[in-house]
């Protein structure tokens, strides 16, 4: 496994939409152990292909010890509403507070190119959501109602 650098918002790559994944093979592989090696040094809690210069549609989310690795993802259901701080490891030294769906169920395809289904509420279902935001282009800041300085470095997950 190999550290890959991180993209920053003003990175124009982060503005593309991200193409559909077709080879489930081992460059895929290293991708994906890359980036979960990325974002556990980085503190994060999900990280988007193109967050590591590739334009690929596979974002990684750990929560409460479960990876998830969701190829080609969609959201299929979605339900209520919540608002919550949101931060992103592009977009470092800020959060911002984002209406999102209170739940959502994603559709997608593991490593091996298998569909999965997964389902988040709460913290989960912002993942969800901010991660499949970053295959079409989209940052937290775009929706964000509020977007502040983080006074000090402190523990909160980034995604
Ligand atoms: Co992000």
Redesign the pocket.
Known sequence: MALRNIRSYTDSLLRKKSKRVKAFDGRLHILLDDMLQTMRSANGL???AP?VGVLKRAVIIEYEDTLFELINPEIVESKGVQSRTEA????PGKNGLVERPAYVKIKAQNRNGEEITAEGEELLAVAFS??LD?LDGI??TDKATEVFDIEAKDDES??
Do not use: F, I, K
């Not at 992103?88 to 977009?91: A, M």
């Open positions: 999900g990280l988007a967050q992103c490891l592009s977009v901010h991660e970053h940052l937290y980034a995604e």
